[in-house]
Every structure is written in structure tokens, then in C-alpha cells.
């Protein structure tokens, strides 16, 4: 495939996704296709000596380019002029800061303790579903559940034993490079930017950096996205394309919430028996089910639940290996991706591509000889 080919492949449509008989699709359940780590602990996998292609040279110097972009810029200049900043009391109930997320629109927050004049973390639909799982295990705890505050969430999540509300932050006038660094190696999706204020010496939260808004600047600012011409299927393990967690039209939405959990991921492809892909099921699926503090939703299908989805639901984004991290870029600058379904070309599941994946090479592949 040639590269204008692969650049078009991650734009257009594929064909509609085949209906086996047990796999009738309802109109809400047919998604739009747009076609185009286990990381800083285990390393990234160090490929033998050989020579560099001209193409390999060009990639590596389009990485280095962008690594010496975010070294100059700061976490300030990646905000917008105006923006809005929700910020949550940590005395609030659970129940209600659920709303405040969907009545805005959002799908986190950073929490203050007003006892302290602290910020107290990032509240993300990570929370939600550890709430979730703690209601599953104690069915008996619901006028419980339904009392519980954010403050009460760390209890939650330690009696869980799952991972905790983030706490990770970033200074504004440190390098963005510092500001990537950090999400990497706390695996965390967005980062909060927390000033000092002069006088007071109080914390401030600033805004939040996500990794889409971090790679969409780069995509707008750095030209040379344009040098990462190699096709993904060339490149060393970037994304996941071994032991992925998928589900069925039929499976439970309770069992996808393990699944979310257990891994530690924020969406499951849903396939065929055949390993078509047919959709995904995402984290935020699981908020707008629970609106209202009503947890029925839950045991709905897969199928039923993608029902409830939002008429604005922006589409699943789909990529082959052929596609280059150039095409990813561009796709990335243009639409509020997610991330990738790898597929072949019978829209069969070859793999999952998220924005940590993109982060995480950009910022470590060859860094270890410069
Ligand atoms: P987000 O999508 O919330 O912004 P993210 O970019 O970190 O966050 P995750 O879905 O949390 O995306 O993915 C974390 C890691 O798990 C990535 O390396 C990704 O390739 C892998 N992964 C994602 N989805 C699956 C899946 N369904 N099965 C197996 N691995 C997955």
C-alpha cells in the first residue's frame, strides 16, 4: 500500500461490519467506522544492532523533533485563550458529582479539600467503576453506596484493592516533556497543572492536561509527524495485540466492568464469533448507564446497553498495520480520537492502539541514544 493509500485508509469508511445471525445489528448499535506497556517498568523491547534504513533515520529524527518540542514548551502553552475548570469538593456525594460530570459534558474532574485548601486528586470514571464493583460484591450496601462522598472513595478503593484516584501533578512552567513523563510512569490519562500561589503559598489547580490535548498540539505544531512514515506492523509493540480483553454483543456489561478493572483499560472491542469487530465498549458507556444513581442498567447486554449510547457518540476509530504513525498524527489533529482498533482488511481485530501507546513511543523509541 502505498503511503497516499495508507493516508486515505485512515479516513474513509470501511465497509459495514457483516450481520451474523446472532449478531443483528439495531441501528443505535452500528457504529461509525473512521478509519484512520506494559511500559517504563518492563522497558521497551530493545531491538539487535542493524543498519538504519533511510526510513528508520527519517522516523527517529521526527521523534527527536518532537521530544525537543515538548523540552522548550510548557504545560501553560498547551491551554486554550479561555476555558472552564470544574473542580470538585471531595464532602460531595458520589451520586451527585456523577451528575455534575454528565450535566457538563465531562469525564473528570481534579478534587479540593476545603478542609486543607488541598488538591486532593483527579476524580476519572476510573472511580465510578470501582464504586461499581464495590456495590456488586456488597448488594446490601446500596443506601450505603448511596451515601458515600468522594472523600470516601481511597477507603473504597483500598478495601478493593484496586488502583487509587490519581494524585499525579504537573507545575505549569515545567517542560511538557516533564508533563509526559509523568502520565507515562503513573499510567495516568491526563494530567492536573497545580500553581502555587505566591502569597499564600495555597495550591491552585490550573486546568487538566489529557493526552489527546498533548498529542493534538504536538500534531498541530510539529511538521515533522510528517518523517514517522514507518507502517505500525514495522515498528516494536506499539499498541496491544496479544491477550486482548473483547466481548460479545450477549456478554454482560458487568463482566466488560471486571474486564475494565482487572486491566486497568478504558475500552473492549465487541466482536463476532468470527472476530469481526463490531463496536467498542467504553468506560464512559458504564457512566451514562448509572445516571441517576440507578444501578439496574447493569445488568443489561453489551448489545442493550450501546442502546443507551448518546446520539452524538463521535464513532470508533479503526487503523490496519499498514497505517503509518504520520496518518495517526493527522487523524489525531483532526478528530477527538480515543484511540485506534487495529483491523485487516476483513475488519477483523488485530489489535487496540491507544493515546498512551502513541505517547509512550514517541517519547521512549531510540531516546536511549540521544
Ligand atoms: P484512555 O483511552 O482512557 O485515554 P489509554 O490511552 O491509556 O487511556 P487504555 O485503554 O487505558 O488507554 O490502554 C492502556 C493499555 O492497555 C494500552 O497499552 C493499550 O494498548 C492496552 N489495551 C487497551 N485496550 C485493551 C484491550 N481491550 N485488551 C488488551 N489491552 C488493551
Same mark, same amino acid.
Given at each position: ?8 485508509? &485512515? ?97 473528570? &474532574? ?9 488538591? &486532593? ?122 491477550? !486482548? ?52 442498567? !447493569? ?72
Amino acid at each position: 500500500m502505498s503511503g497516499a493509500d495508507t493516508a486515505d485508509s &485512515a479516513t474513509s469508511a470501511p465497509p459495514n461490519p457483516p450481520s451474523a445471525a446472532n449478531d443483528v445489528l439495531q441501528p443505535h448499535e452500528r457504529p461509525t467506522f473512521v478509519t484512520p506497556r506494559d511500559f517504563l517498568e518492563q522497558g521497551r523491547p530493545v531491538l539487535p544492532p542493524r543498519a538504519l534504513t533511510a526510513v528508520d533515520k527519517e522516523q527517529l529524527d521526527g521523534l527527536r523533533t518532537i521530544r525537543a518540542f515538548l523540552k522548550v514548551r510548557t504545560s501553560y502553552d498547551v491551554l486554550p485563550l479561555s476555558y472552564r475548570l470544574i473542580v470538585l469538593d471531595t464532602a460531595l456525594l458520589v451520586k451527585k458529582s456523577l451528575n455534575i460530570l454528565i450535566q457538563n459534558g465531562i469525564v473528570s &474532574a481534579p478534587l479540593w479539600d476545603s478542609k486543607t485548601s488541598t488538591f &486532593a486528586g483527579l476524580l476519572t470514571t476510573s472511580d465510578y467503576l470501582n464504586v461499581i464493583q464495590y456495590y456488586w460484591q456488597n448488594p446490601d450496601a446500596l443506601a450505603r453506596v448511596d451515601q458515600f462522598r468522594l472523600n470516601s472513595l481511597r477507603d473504597i478503593e483500598k478495601s478493593l484493592g484496586v488502583t487509587p484516584i490519581e494524585t499525579v501533578s504537573i507545575h505549569p512552567e515545567r517542560p511538557l516533556y516533564e508533563a509526559c513523563r509523568k502520565m507515562l510512569e503513573a499510567r495516568a490519562r491526563r494530567i492536573p497543572i497545580v500553581d502555587i500561589d505566591d502569597e499564600t503559598r495555597r495550591t491552585t489547580v490550573v486546568s487538566v492536561i489529557t493526552q489527546y490535548r498533548l498529542l493534538k498540539f504536538v500534531a498541530v505544531n510539529v511538521k515533522e509527524t510528517q518523517k514517522l512514515r514507518k507502517p505500525l506492523k514495522e515498528l516494536v509493540k506499539v499498541g496491544t495485540y496479544d491477550n !486482548l480483553a473483547t466481548a460479545y454483543m450477549d456478554t454482560p456489561v458487568m463482566d466488560v466492568i471486571h474486564m475494565l478493572v482487572k486491566k486497568s483499560i478504558s475500552s473492549v472491542p465487541i466482536i463476532d464469533k468470527q472476530g469481526t469487530v463490531l463496536n467498542v465498549f467504553e468506560s464512559v458507556d458504564v457512566i451514562t448507564l448509572i445516571k441517576g444513581g440507578i444501578y439496574d442498567d !447493569l445488568n443489561l447486554t453489551v448489545g442493550d446497553a450501546l442502546l443507551k449510547r448518546s446520539e452524538d457518540f463521535p464513532g470508533i476509530y479503526t487503523c490496519s498495520m499498514q497505517d503509518q504513525l504520520s496518518t495517526i498524527y493527522d487523524t489525531i489533529r483532526r478528530s477527538r480520537v480515543h484511540r485506534f482498533i487495529v483491523i485487516d482488511d476483513d475488519n477483523k481485530l488485530k489489535g487496540v492502539l491507544t493515546l498512551s501507546d502513541i505517547l509512550e513511543y514517541t517519547l521512549l523509541e531510540g531516546e536511549e541514544n540521544e
